[in-house]
């Protein structure tokens, strides 16, 4: 660790020790682009603002970005101001020294003084800018003019090193001394001090000044000082010198390269010794941001000191190791930590080492398990060894070991502590009972079983639950019997008793066990952790949850997560290692990089709300500013980005959105996977847009709203078109029924092709969930049937495995658009509408998994899109051997051709594709003279149906018509097909019904 990070643990007070702090770097060979750091400030947003050797760089949480180069190849003293109006003011370079004033948006310089020929010191009041010019002067710049005023005779010839606009008054400290006069005349001036001050710090909250002199520190408020002497070193040539707070109590003094605390209480002065090297190490100016983080700038680049809720200790604290496997408890509170390598008794935050020093192979222990009976003896199990005792912690060496015997690489897995003091021990092989000096063999486990138990947990006088590798079993102690197991999912590692709920965990998440069912506990398994441990501190009523992935609390109804980012020594957890200490009411947890303590007081640290922002908003395809007036739209296009900004140990930020007004389709969220929304096509009306920010705590920010009024023009031209085009889609529908009647509903009804209770029709006019003669499909937007039917398409095929389908090409195919960002909005939108259509009526869900959209119907839904799939691959295979199946193929397909009323650009190659393979076995099957004549008769007349203008199979069907004397409906069919032939061709078919008879 550099010795810059001394200083992030000698800037705190005793009050501030109770509190852990996360120390990040940010450094030149990370994210950096220079290193050499001087000041920060914070602007609301929040952004905070840095000046380095030689740019202005922002911060906004995620990056650092460089605004403006200053050009600079000294480091003398440099600083940023930020006046009332929230303008940010610096000096910088471009052939002479400038000011630079930034906005937010854009810089403006002021050239300085001609005579001013070092970089000064300055102040800014109002637009004003006040200049600490050469020896004997200083400057003041008011409407692009500037005044040129001498010193006050008593501070002639002095040189100004701090300037600060005060109630109004101009505060001036020079190396002869401080004084103030008023800013708006300089007529007459009272001294303060003829002490040499070097800094000042002003304290809008308690109204005092604070000076940092030579050998003392002053305070000064209401024409009254106190001035403390203290020998404080002050090295002239670091010219870096400031006074911050960092709590109620204490300021910060940074004293060239010293380093200083004062309790404003005791008025005590700390002294930083040794904490910097001289020549390169220096810190510059340290800050405190609205988030509570505190950053230090330095030559090194920054550092950012974040509070925790958690007390960390390692090895270096005076642990065995930093790896503890588990905890547990005496009654006096006293704590015991488990390592690979001993035990660490805690008394009062002191760690003393508990070596074992002797083991039955003589290799160092792996304790994997630890308990403290009521006796106050400390049972622990070694995996390859067995179970050891200490009876009294004060003789560790004094150990009690049980050895039951188990196969050779079979392992102790975990002890439960019983009501009697008895000690229930799982195995790889068998369960044992040991009571004092013996050991008792219970239930052996079957072969199947092998490997099975892990962890184990009591949930009455008789019945102890074990996890395992390939399940659970329930363990019946007074019957000494195995109740049942389960192995619904895979390796398990945990169990819990939770508000009477059993809950389990393992590699595939938290599970909870009800009614001989395992399914997955809340939604806690997107998190795709491990799951170690489990634990119900009912006192809090928090339910704890350790994994591979840190530590999870479950409160308040929802996840909040730590990890290292969060001030864990390590994301891996240990599986015993958990305690709630009744004696602080603290919670501890065990990982491999050492313990933390979480205390649960402090868990406000994380309750800071992130804020959002709106970049890029675009309108009428011109970028405006959102506020909070109406802002109008004549196309209904909105384009905009959100930013969600959280200065606070850099969380992953998402987002919500609501958009209300006049046409309920648009009074729905939308949920993003970015950071962009496109809305489109907006009715005129008025609308109310509003966007939230969450953090992976839930924090949410403050809403941004924005009122939209959109008023798009030529009405009468847009209904003129919409008449047009739907009297053309009226003419080809009812032309394309003429040709191709299908079927009606009550029809569709008495055929059925499953005996479930309704269907998805994808072959004739499509349907959805054919119901009480009502269908459903009436809900779904033109928009949510193309997206289903995609699905659809992707997700069944011939088989019971879903394979399902990219985000990318589901944009690729339903939305051509030229933003990646808009075809992202679109998506989103359509799939959260179709999910809440499915759920609504009951059809089934859309799931993501595996980076891919998978449709999956609930049991009682029927497709026939799958039951075609199934059945063409069948009579493929099986060379149309088997005529039930091929009647249900028949059923299935005499409704018409495939999705014959949907028309997407993307959607007629697979439609002309499937009916293909439709006619194709249809053809086969008309034409297999060991079928029973009213089959084929039957395909025949569903041939002629899905493809009338088919010569070769209406010659076919004519023929077995007349061979079973249905003569009139031969000539039907064949009139049919003339007229048909006649519109496309546009000419008379070449042979009469006595030709093709005759063939």
């Not at 219970?442 to 184990?456: G, M």
């Not at 602080?584 to 868990?603: K, M, N, P």
Request: with cysteine.
């Amino acid at each position: 660790m550099s010795k810059i990070f001394v200083i992030i643990l000698l800037l705190f007070t005793s009050e501030l020790f109770s509190q852990e702090y996360i120390i990040r770097e940010y450094r030149k060979e990370n994210e950096l682009a220079n290193q050499f750091f001087l000041y920060g400030v914070e602007m609301p947003g929040p952004i905070l603002y840095f000046l380095s050797k030689d740019k202005f760089i922002s911060y906004d949480g995620d990056k650092f970005t460089s605004l403006y180069n200053l050009e600079m190849s000294k480091y003398p003293r440099k600083k940023i101001l930020r006046d009332e109006f929230d303008n940010l003011w610096f000096i910088g370079k471009d052939t002479n020294f400038v000011f630079v004033k930034f906005d937010g948006h854009s810089f403006e310089k002021i050239n300085f003084p001609e005579k001013i020929n070092s970089l000064p010191i300055f102040t800014v009041s109002n637009g004003k800018i006040f200049l600490g010019g050469n020896a004997g002067e200083f400057y003041y710049y008011q409407k692009e003019q500037w005044h040129k005023y001498d010193l006050p005779k008593d501070f002639r010839n002095a040189i100004v090193t701090d300037m600060q606009i005060i109630d109004e008054n101009l505060f001036i400290s020079t190396k002869k001394g401080m004084f103030y006069f008023k800013a708006d005349s300089f007529s007459s001036y009272k001294k303060i001090t003829p002490e040499p001050v070097h800094t000042i710090y002003y304290d809008k909250n308690n109204g005092k000044t604070y000076m940092l002199m030579n050998k003392a520190f002053g305070i000064y408020q209401s024409g009254k000082q106190d001035i403390i002497t203290n020998n404080i070193s002050i090295i002239n040539r670091y010219d870096s010198f400031y006074i911050n707070r960092i709590s109620n109590d204490n300021l910060v003094i940074g004293a060239g390269v010293s380093h200083y605390l004062f309790n404003e209480t005791n008025k005590s002065f700390e002294v930083l010794e040794n904490v910097i090297d001289i020549k390169t190490h220096r810190s510059t100016y340290s800050f405190k941001d609205s988030f509570n983080n505190i950053w230090i700038t330095s030559p090194l680049g920054l550092t950012k000191a974040t509070k925790s809720v958690f007390k960390t200790y390692k090895k270096s604290d005076g642990l065995w190791e930093n790896d503890v496997t588990a905890i547990a408890q005496f009654d006096n509170g006293d704590v015991i930590l488990a390592h690979k390598k001993g035990l660490t008794l805690v008394k009062d935050r002191k760690f003393i080492k508990v070596p074992i020093l002797k083991t039955i192979s003589g290799k160092p222990p792996h304790i994997i398990d630890l308990i403290i009976d009521s006796k106050q003896r400390v049972w622990f199990v070694i995996q390859y060894e067995g179970i050891g005792r200490i009876d009294d912690i004060n003789a560790p060496e004094q150990i009690k070991w049980f050895r039951p015997e188990i196969p050779e690489n079979h392992k102790y897995n975990s002890i439960q502590l019983l009501k009697n003091d008895d000690i229930f021990l799982t195995t790889g092989s068998v369960f044992f009972n040991i009571s004092d000096d013996s050991v008792k063999q219970l239930c052996e486990l079957n072969p199947n079983l092998r490997q099975y138990s892990r962890r184990a947990i009591t949930i009455s006088d008789s019945i102890i639950v074990i996890a395992g590798k390939k399940g659970l079993i329930f363990y019946n102690i007074n019957k000494n019997k195995i109740k049942g197991s389960f192995s619904d999912i895979r390796e398990l590692f945990s169990v819990c008793l939770y508000k009477n709920k059993l809950l389990i965990g393992g590699k595939e998440g938290l599970y909870e066990f009800n009614d001989e069912q395992i399914k997955p506990f809340l939604n806690f398994n997107k998190f795709k952790s491990h799951v170690y441990f489990i634990k119900y501190v009912k006192q809090k009523d928090k339910l704890w949850v350790g994994t591979n992935k840190g530590l999870y609390k479950w409160g308040n109804s929802k996840w909040e997560n730590y990890q290292v980012s969060e001030g864990l020594p390590d994301n891996e957890i240990n599986r015993s290692a958990f305690l709630f200490n009744t004696k602080t009411e603290e919670i501890w947890v065990g990982t491999i990089g050492g313990l933390a303590i979480f205390q649960d007081s402090l868990a406000h640290l994380y309750k800071t709300k992130p804020v959002l922002k709106i970049k890029n908003f675009i309108v009428n395809d011109e970028s405006v500013n959102p506020i909070s007036n109406i802002i109008e739209s004549n196309d209904g296009n909105i384009d905009l980005d959100l930013k969600g900004i959280s200065l606070y140990n850099n969380p992953e930020i998402n987002y919500e959105a609501t958009l209300s007004g006049l046409d309920i389709e648009y009074a729905e969220e939308y949920l993003t996977d970015d950071n962009g929304i496109v809305f489109e096509n907006f009715p005129n009306g008025f609308y109310e847009f509003q966007a939230f920010a969450f953090d992976k705590f839930g924090n949410k920010s403050e809403a941004v709203k924005i009122n939209l009024k959109v008023n798009k023009q030529n009405w009468s031209a847009i209904l003129y078109v919409f008449l047009l085009l739907f009297g053309l889609v009226l003419t080809i529908i009812i032309w394309r029924k003429k040709a191709n009647p299908g079927i009606s509903p009550t029809q569709e009804k008495e055929i059925g092709f499953s005996n479930k209770s309704y269907n998805i029709i994808t072959f004739g006019n499509f349907s959805i969930a054919l119901k009480e003669n009502q269908d459903l499909g009436t809900q779904f937007s033109p928009q949510s049937k193309e997206l289903l039917i995609l699905l659809i398409l992707n997700s069944f095929n011939g088989n019971s495995t879903a394979k399902g389908i990219t985000s990318e090409k589901i944009g690729e195919t339903i939305w051509r658009e030229p933003s990646t960002q808009s075809t992202k909005n679109k998506r989103n939108l359509a799939i959260k509408k179709l999910r809440e259509l499915l759920s609504k009526n009951e059809l089934g869900i859309v799931e993501f998994y595996d980076n891919k959209w998978i449709l999956k119907l609930n049991e009682n839904i029927a497709i026939d899109y799958f039951d075609w799939q199934l059945l063409r691959k069948k009579l493929r295979a099986e060379n149309l051997t088997n005529q039930g199946e091929i009647k249900n193929f028949l059923s299935v397909i005499r409704r018409g051709t495939f999705l014959s009323n949907q028309s997407f650009h993307w959607i007629e190659d697979i439609k002309t594709w499937h009916n293909n393979e439709s006619v194709q076995i249809l053809s086969r099957i008309i034409r297999k003279e060991n079928f029973d004549l009213d089959l084929r008769l039957e395909t025949g007349e569903i041939l002629n149906a899905i493809d009338p203008l088919n010569e070769s199979e209406m010659k076919y069907y004519i023929n077995l018509l007349h061979k079973s004397e249905k003569h009139s409906k031969a000539a039907y069919v064949y009139e049919q097909f003339c007229n048909e032939y006649q519109k496309i061709f546009n000419k008379n078919y070449k042979l009469d019904l006595n030709e093709i008879v005759s063939t």
